[in-house]
């Protein structure tokens, strides 16, 4: 049994804590919210996130960072991108050597837009051993045991290959990637390309429009990250486009859900109140409108929504924006993309 604390106890947290603990390993699950941990320590479920999934005997939970840092020397990080440096600043004391850090957060860093990898080294530093698990995953049906797959990726080797090993069962299929800057770009970009393709629907328009949205955005999601570092290839695979295809499909997707409510005309702020959840995509699609501004890259769909958003277009003008840009051929996404000359 391998000791593992899993810092994170809303529905992703708790699904990988879920994962690990029926492979047989000793898991700590902690939370910061002490009357939800209280909960979860009577009912041995977490009956907010997850209800009706049981814990398994040795997936124990705890409100104390000190008991949960100490208890492992492996640690994975599943909070929110905007909780993501603050959760590493106050686990830096706390961290000794041989520590090894693994993170399922998706999204950048929002005052900075950094990746979270370049978070980690700022504050652990570079020689610390890091991986980022990401993929076409939804909580409940990880934590319900149905047929996963994701993608580990990690400098180093030897971190990837124990990962892959501690996660592995026959229903959670793990793929190893040395493409850290590909897989992070592709978790984030994703969630806000599901925004666009569920206010499609919300507008009521059909499976064509959705499935040219998907499309398009993954030729953005493409510029962007190669010229970012990432490789094609990794977009290509089940942290990009796999990734895209499931938030920007299906309503489990906060995201995609999101986005249906704007196209319906739905105030913005009681659909957020109604998912209950945080919608990485909103403060997401800000850092990667600036990115492509920054970089000279032309992202359009990102654009709109970033415009619907953060300036109140309103979302049908948005789609009549895209469709009335001027014809062009359609470049294949894998192409080396040059700043300066936007598609």
């Known amino acids: 049994m391998t000791p593992i604390t899993v810092f994170g106890a809303g529905s992703w947290g708790t699904a990988l804590a879920l994962v690990l603990a029926r492979n047989g390993h000793d898991l700590l699950l902690w939370g910061h919210q002490r009357d939800h941990m209280a909960a979860l320590l ?6 907010r996130y997850l209800p009706g999934i049981h814990f398994p005997e040795n997936l124990r939970v705890t409100h104390d960072l000190g008991l949960a840092a100490s208890h492992a020397s492996l640690w994975l990080i599943a909070v929110p991108s905007h909780a993501f440096r603050s959760q590493i600043s106050q686990l830096k004391p706390l961290f000794t ?11 950048l860093e ?9 978070v980690v080294a700022e504050q652990l530093g570079t020689e610390t051993p890091a991986a980022v698990l ?11 045991g149905q047929p996963t797959a994701i993608t580990v990726a990690s400098r180093s080797k030897v971190f990837a290959d124990d990962l892959i090993r501690l996660f592995h069962n026959p229903k ?10 590909g897989v992070e770009l592709g978790g ?5 390309l599901a925004i666009a393709a569920g206010m499609a629907d919300g507008l009521g328009y059909g499976a064509n429009a959705r499935a040219a949205l998907i499309t398009r955005g993954l030729a953005e999601m493409i510029r962007l990250g190669t010229t970012l570092g990432g490789k094609p290839e990794t977009l290509m695979g089940l942290s990009g486009v796999g990734d895209l295809i499931l938030t920007s499909t299906d309503n489990q997707s906060r995201n995609r ?27 997401t699609a800000r850092i990667v409108y600036q990115l492509a501004k920054r970089h000279r890259i032309d992202m359009p769909i990102t654009e709109q929504i970033y415009r619907i958003l953060y300036e109140g277009l309103p979302p049908r003008e948005a789609v009549n924006n895209l469709l009335l840009r001027e014809p062009k051929p359609e470049a294949h996404p894998l192409k080396p993309y040059s700043a300066g000359t936007p598609e």
């Open 110 to 118: 929002l005052e900075s837009g950094l990746p979270l990898h370049q």
């Open 172 to 181: 959670f299929r793990a793929y190893t990637s040395p493409d850290v800057m």
């Open 97 to 107: 050597p041989g520590t090894r850090v693994a993170w399922a957060t998706k999204g």
């Open 188 to 192: 984030a970009i994703k969630n806000v």
């Open 257 to 283: 859900r999101f986005g249906v409510g704007l196209g319906r005309g739905l105030d913005p702020g009681s659909v957020i109140q109604s998912i209950g959840q945080e919608i990485e995509g909103i403060p």
């Open 134 to 144: 990401s993929g076409p995953t939804f909580a409940g049906e990880v934590a319900q």
């Open 42 to 47: 009577r009912s041995r479920t977490n009956e």
